[in-house]
């Protein structure tokens, strides 16, 4: 099945940009590869929130082997069903995949993933079957089409996972730490106890304008009914998970002396993904 890429604005710029560097080969595809990656690596989270809990659109998205994933027959044998939107050449993409595909083959009796390139011209379905043998992956891989439009991708990867019911449970821009927190997200919608959850999760990244990353900061995280304190690693990285999603205040109990940050512009509410703590001098 052929898919019929959109050329909106941003896709119009880029293969304009792909004309201009056809001339250099593949060091042009190369050079305008990096240069996509580094802006998308370079934008602000998006807001998900609107999503969450929402019911997700009822997709119906072309595959390498030639058939066609769509959301409400997979949920006829599945509980929960991924959907992982990706580009070729997104690095923390290829990074995630081989922790996602360890989690499906345990459990792919009761879930499915089905993974797209969101890419705008730079792949093709002949692409697609080369990447996933390349990397062999044994989920669905295919093509972003227009009967997702209307869930927010402003990066890569985006992933949304979809419950029993069709309801977007969790959804995300930025990739999996590691296959524990991936799987500890699909599980929580198993089982014959599920009766619908929010759940949200949360990578707090500490660093200097310079990009120094900070480890041992202290973020305590407080609500009606949550007081907890994350402690940044080496990687100047914290994580947090809950199955109750809301809205949470956050603040450092550390702060380095003589610093300040930006902590009062972080809102923590539906929304999954990378929370950026910048600390600065005063």
């Known amino acids: 099945m052929e898919q019929k890429k959109k050329k909106g604005g941003a896709g119009r710029v880029i293969l304009i940009i792909l004309i201009v560097l056809a001339a250099l080969g593949a060091a042009g595809y190369f050079a305008l590869r990096a240069f996509i990656q580094s802006k998308i690596e370079s934008m602000g989270v998006p807001d998900l929130s609107s999503s969450i809990s929402q019911k997700a659109p009822d ?7 030639g058939s066609e994933a769509k959301l409400s027959e997979l949920l006829q044998d599945h509980e929960v069903v991924v959907l992982n939107i990706f580009a070729s050449w997104c690095g923390p993409c290829e990074k995630e995949f081989p922790e996602m595909e360890a989690v499906y083959k345990k459990y792919k009796d009761k879930m499915e993933i089905v993974a797209v390139s969101g890419d705008l011209v730079l792949d093709s379905m002949d692409d697609m079957i080369k990447y996933k043998e390349e990397h062999g992956l044994t989920f669905q891989i295919g093509m972003k089409n227009e009967s997702i ?17 069709g309801n977007i449970a969790y959804g995300r821009t930025g990739a999996f730490l590691n296959g524990e927190e991936f799987e500890k997200i699909v599980t929580s919608l198993m089982g014959d106890d599920y009766k619908g959850k929010q759940i949200a999760s949360y990578i707090f990244l500490v660093r200097d304008k310079g990009n120094k990353l900070y480890p041992g900061i202290q973020i305590h995280l407080s609500s009606d009914t949550v007081d907890e304190i994350l402690t940044t690693g080496e990687d100047g990285m914290a994580n947090y998970y809950t199955e109750d999603a809301h809205d949470l205040k956050v603040e450092i109990l550390n702060l380095p002396e003589g610093y300040t940050s930006n902590i009062d512009e972080i809102t923590v509410g539906l929304d999954s993904g990378a929370k950026m703590i910048t600390i600065e001098k005063k």
């Open 59 to 65: 997709f119906a998205l072309p595959l390498t082997d």
């Open 149 to 165: 439009d209307s869930l927010t991708v402003g990066g890569f990867p985006t992933t949304y996972i979809i419950d029993r019911n």
